[in-house]
Structure formats: structure tokens, C-alpha cells
């Protein structure tokens, strides 16, 4: 089973493990049309995000690509939409009865096209598979009226409606593409450089628990939450924003998820192993101000509350697999292994939902 090659964990995790987790991550993925990916062999995540993106673009294509209505200034024979007299005179349009003006038009030259056309043309210049290649040249050519533009500049944080689930996806897809490659300066080719690099697969890691909750466990209202400091005055600030990557509850139980996607999941202290001190002390942070603010919300003891550290599998001899009992609170270390069948990693998530909560899939 081909693996991926980006650093010493990652290559570890089966491609195709890689597309189910966006398929999580980007719900769209899943629909008609993509499925087909699961069961084909990439050579590297490069070519999988390839292959994700001309799929995507082609399904664009046949139903027609988004449009917006964006606001052009232009000087023409004409007048249409408003009339910039100021213009006008500094152009010396009138001399050739023209006028400057500026309206609005209905166009495809919309940001998340340009995305994916200059995602396109860097992949163009990657090393992927060949016949790949030659089927994302063509279909760039249906791009013609989208313009490009600088990857480096682009914010992400893109607002998109249920109608258009697939531009969301194709956008995470495109950002892991360009974190992904990069410039050389010597022959202006892309390479690869840590594909996916741990930034990137760290947030698709925390993205796939997160997903996987919600669509197998709605009872446990899966949900990244915000937890503030259980001060006792008014004074916050300085004080670090508190976001859970995954918060499980049902009835009086609360379960904290905190995702970790190292390269290391311990360190080497005085010879022995230890979990990584800041990582303990900020689940156990989560799980104290939680139960603190569930306190006074309830004016009586607080439910249970737990956190878990959960690593992805690394290579290390010694892996977290521990349960603490912290000042009566279970703090929990344990390891995902993403180097088996998709079938044993869903596995693995289903028996930490069936300690803690003892409920069996909800779909």
C-alpha cells in the first residue's frame, strides 16, 4: 500500500488513509463523483490532491462555475452603469466619444476560480503523475476569463453556503496543495517539499476527529468549543484563548479531545521517556475550567469531565497509551494509529467513544 512521504510520521500513513480524512474534512468529498479515488493508488499526496482537484473542476465545469457580481471600472463607447465624469476628463475620453465608467458584471472571475486556476498551474509545474498532468492542462483552458493570483496572499477564510459545498472542499484541498509545494529558486520548478508538512496535516487531523464525531456520534454534540478562565474577578486579559479541538457530552459526561500530530509524541528526560509537559498541563487546563464554569452554571458539582491527549502514532519505541487520575480528574494519553486499514481507525475512535460513553454509533 503506497504511504506518504512527507516526514518521518506521515510516512507512515497510507495514501489512501489521506483521502478518507478529507473526505471528513471536506464533507463534499464524499459525494458522487469521488468516490472512485478511494480505491486507486497514488504515488504521493501531491498526485492524490491532483487527482481531488480535476475531479472537483470537472464536476464545476459541467454544472457551470460560480459566479458573483463584481465591480469593473472601464472606459466604453457606451454608457453603462455609472458614468465617472472625473475620469472621464483625466482621460480625455470625450475626444473619443467614449466614457469612463463603472459597473457591475456577473463573472466567473471569481476569487475561489482564481484559486483553483493558479493551484492548477503550480501543480502544472510539480512532479506528478503524467497523464494527471496532461488532464489538468486541458481543463485549464475552460478557465480562460478567470485570472490568476499571488497563492502567497490568498485568506483563506472563505465563506461559502450549503449550495456550494464542493468550492469549500476544492479550497482546503487547494490550500494543502500550496502549503505543500513550494518555489525553487534555482530552476523556478516546484518540489515537494514536506507534502503535507506537519502544519498541514496537523489541522487536517484535528479537522477528521472533529468530523468523524459529527457524523457517527450526533448524541455526543461533537463541537470545538471555547473555554474561558475560570477567573476570580474580571481581569482577562493576557490570558490565552482556551479552544478545544474536539468536546464530547452526553448527560453528565464531558469528554476533551485534544489533538496532536507531532513528529514526537514524547520526550527524552534524564534518560527516560515523558509526555511532553506543556501538552498535559494545557488538556488538564481544558478540563479544569470546564468543570469550573459547569459549576457555577449548575450551582452543584460539576459532571464528570475528562481530557484525552491523542496522538497520532509515531514511530517510537514508546508510544502513549496511559490513564491518570489528576487530582480526581482522568486525564487520559493514548496513540491513533493511521498505518492500518481506514476499518481499524474508525475502530480505534469508536472504542474511546464506548469507554467514556458507553453508546454505540449513532449512524
Known sequence: MTTATTNDRSASIPIRNVYHMLTYAFRSLSASGFERVATEEFENAADLCAEILRLGLT????????REYLRFADVVASPRGKIDPTTTVKTLAMRHKRLACEFDEFSVNTTPNRVIKSTIALLLRAKIDPKRKKALRGLIVYL?????VDLRRVDWSMRFDRDNGIY??????CRLIVEGLLQTESSGDAKLATFFDEQAMCRLYETFLLEYFKAHYPSLGARSEYIDWAVDDSRRDLLPRMVTDVSLSLGDRVLILDAKYYARSTQERFGSNVLISANLYQIFAYVENKRLALEKALGKPAPRVCGMLLYAKTDQEVVPNNDYSIDGRKISARSLDLNCEFSEIRAQLDRIVDEFFGVDKGC
Request: cysteine-free.
Open 59 to 66: 464536476s464545476l465545469l459541467k454544472r457551470g462555475l460560480g
Open 168 to 173: 469549500r472542499a476544492l479550497m482546503g484541498i
Open 144 to 148: 480562460g476569463d478567470v485570472d490568476f
